[in-house]
């Protein structure tokens, strides 16, 4: 790699390695953790979850708008990437504290911190390339394939991290991950000049940022207060996307128009190449729509409706295998060993709540330890065994653990459970335990709902797990956030092989033709899933996790013709003194397709859904197929 490319591409591609593995680590457990009632995550609705996932996920790629032009004017890319990875690791450790103020504070340091990172050193890397350089798309390849190798590395580190310990310390990984890329960039500082070449004096074509901020951003904020009070009065807004992502939208609409008036003001020999990155952006958007699902509609999917059964993971990987807790059960079919009923407790829906949260109060500890019908001990961590000591529960006293009960966009009633403040120490930690046949026995608290519909499909014939025994199951995450970069490392060599050894005959496909197969690719890959929902009928029973395999495999194909190639075409058609800003409009469109993502994300897989999101990205390939002479004549005019 340092042979044939610019030295710069080496600390460039670790630098973001390492920071993609915090940023996957963290997104891959973010919307398990939003819902999860198991094993100590904020158990909130999914149609909750949908929006904090989505909007968080829109902001992460909105930011990058502002972060290219402050590199552009003020700071320089080395020093944007610098500060932006400082603020991520400052969120991730937030994340790692479990309360919902350091949780939203988390969310909006990583917004921030992302938005001086991201653009900013996927524009260096094109800066280590003069124009016309025919390196410039495998080097973005290879940059991209560096992302991948993060991103995977950080599905083998969440599921143990999470397993064996808790959410909160995933998060926290992650920060040290982004210290790790932080450390990477500062050692390597001064190698990196080429990639920060001095920013171009001002030009009286430019707008300046207090213009940018009074004509831009205001508007876009008073568009977005208006549609999100508007919104609430529409009842088709209420009944389909909610006021929140209608109000994101709208306050979208300037920051659309000013792209269109960038077009519009830009020198005859710039206005080609910025006008061809419109349907680029459009393209971009569509994809990542779909893309980022996985840590949404695809974890919900893998999570729900997946037979994630995995008695093949040897004992000496226990840590890469999660146990099924109660609700696994609820659509498996008959036959899959059901729980011994005598390692369930019932109970009110309230103490399922609380137990789920991995938080009880002293009087329902109280309870417990007096009501011989419950037939359950409280005990110290150290009665169970080591791997099933996650089912620890703080105890609190009563003033200071609160349930609330509300609903969510969608109607959902939900149940979340929580400490105040969020400093009080724990009394003491419990678990709670039966003996079984001579045997000491973690119990599980479950309501009659839950326990109805462990049962619901079982018959005489449905086998019954040893007390105390569980399921053996693959980690939902370790099918969503881990396929897709190991199929990235895998496939990039091949995807540039072949597309070389058609240029070496004579028959190169163009970037704009690769993004227009990306996206006729990733119509096949939804229609699979399409096929893998019906199979399942639409989650009344599990399916098969290949379907989720072959989807990524699939897709990943169609990531590798687009994805790259987008950064790549950006880098190509911006002039020079614009690159920081056009590359911020690939992320914008970015965050536009993630906010859409999260609002799908909150519905529930079906076959119809995956269906429409295929019709949906085959009407923007019939876009780009209309374009391609445009495209094509754009990206030959640049020489690129």
């Not at 992650?174 to 990477?184: D, N, T």
């Not at 199929?487 to 070496?504: E, I, K, Q, S, Y």
């Not at 390939?621 to 030959?636: H, N, Q």
């Amino acid at each position: 790699m340092a042979q044939k490319h610019p030295k710069g591409l080496k600390p460039l591609f670790f630098t973001e390695m390492w920071e993609r593995l915090g940023f996957y680590l963290m997104v891959g457990i973010l919307y398990l953790y939003i819902i999860d009632t198991e094993r100590g995550g904020l158990g909130l609705s999914n149609a909750t979850a949908g929006e904090i996932y989505g909007t968080y996920l829109a902001f992460v790629y909105f930011t990058p708008f502002l972060g290219g032009m402050i590199a552009d004017r003020y700071l320089g890319f080395r020093k944007s990437v610098f500060i932006g990875g400082i603020l991520m690791a400052l969120g991730y450790f937030g994340l790692g504290i479990r309360s919902m103020p350091t949780f939203y504070a988390g969310l909006v340091l990583l917004c921030l911190g992302n938005g001086l990172f991201k653009p900013n050193i996927s524009a260096m890397v094109g800066n280590l390339y003069e124009p016309g350089d025919p390196r410039r798309d495998a080097g973005f390849n290879i940059f991209y394939m560096g992302i991948n190798i993060g991103a995977a590395a950080s599905a083998l580190l969440s599921a143990p991290l999470r397993n064996l310990w808790s959410f909160n310390l995933a998060f926290t990984a992650a920060g040290v991950g982004l210290l790790i890329s932080v450390f990477i960039l500062v050692i390597k500082w001064k190698g990196l000049e080429a990639a920060d070449p001095p920013r171009t004096a001002a030009s009286p074509e430019d707008v300046s940022m207090q213009q940018i901020l009074m004509t831009i951003l205001l508007p876009a904020a008073i568009f977005g207060a208006v549609g999100y009070f508007v919104g609430q009065y529409l009842p088709f807004v209420v009944n389909t996307i909610g006021p929140v992502t209608f109000a994101f939208l709208i306050g979208m609409l300037p920051i659309a128009a000013y792209f269109i008036m960038l077009v519009k003001r830009a020198t005859p020999a710039e206005k080609p190449g910025l006008a061809a990155l419109i349907p680029v952006y459009v393209a971009g958007g569509a994809f990542f729509m779909v893309l980022h699902l996985s840590g949404g509609l695809m974890t919900v999917f893998a999570e729900q409706d997946t037979d994630r059964r995995a008695a093949w993971i040897p004992n000496s990987m226990n840590v890469y295998a999660q146990k099924a807790m109660p609700t696994y059960f609820s659509n498996a079919t008959p036959d899959v060993p059901r729980p011994d009923r005598r390692t369930l407790a019932l109970v009110d829906a309230d103490s399922e709540a609380m137990f789920g949260a991995r938080i009880l109060s002293a009087s329902l500890v109280q309870r417990f330890e007096s009501d011989p019908s419950l037939d359950v001990t409280v005990a110290e961590p150290t009665a169970v065994a080591a791997d099933e000591r996650f089912l620890a529960c703080g105890v609190y006293n009563d003033d200071n653990v609160v349930i609330s009960k509300e609903k969510d966009s969608h109607g959902v009633t939900t149940t979340s459970v929580k400490v105040t403040p969020d400093t009080t120490p724990k009394l003491r930690e419990v678990v709670l335990v039966r003996s079984i046949d001579g045997t000491t026995v973690p119990v599980l608290l479950v309501s009659q709902q839950t326990l109805d519909a462990v049962f619901q499909l079982a018959n005489e014939e449905t086998g019954i797990l040893e007390a105390g025994g569980y399921l053996k199951l693959l980690n939902a995450e370790m099918l969503t956030a881990l396929l897709n970069p190991v199929f990235v490392v895998v496939m990039t060599p091949v995807v540039v092989w072949f597309f070389g050894m058609l240029a070496a005959r004579g028959r190169p496909v163009s970037t704009a033709r690769k993004i227009f197969y990306g996206m006729v690719i990733t119509t096949v890959s939804l229609l699979v899933m399409a096929f893998g929902a019906w199979m399942g009928q639409d989650g009344a029973i599990k399916t098969s996790m290949m379907w989720l395999v072959i989807y990524y495999l699939i897709i990943t194909c169609g990531e590798l013709c687009l994805s790259p190639m987008g950064l790549s075409l950006v880098t190509k058609l911006s002039p020079k003194r614009y690159v920081g800003l056009m590359m911020g409009g690939w992320f914008l469109s970015t965050s536009i397709g993630n906010k859409l993502s999260g609002f799908i994300s909150g519905l529930e897989p079906s076959t119809m859904m995956f269906i429409v999101l295929a019709g949906a990205i085959l009407m923007v390939a019939g876009f780009i197929y209309v374009l391609l002479p445009r495209l094509d004549a754009a990206i030959k005019q640049y020489g690129a």
